[in-house]
């Protein structure tokens, strides 16, 4: 259980990650 919740987690703020990483103007950074 606390494995997939881990897995889990990480993708999601992994992808948030990408997500922000993208779609931010790179004068915000």
């Known amino acids: 259980m606390e494995t997939s919740f881990l ?3 990480q993708a999601m703020v992994t992808a948030g990650y990408l997500i ?3 779609h931010l103007p790179t004068k915000l950074i």
Do not use: F, R, V
């Open 20 to 22: 922000l990483l993208i």
């Open 7 to 9: 897995l889990t987690l």
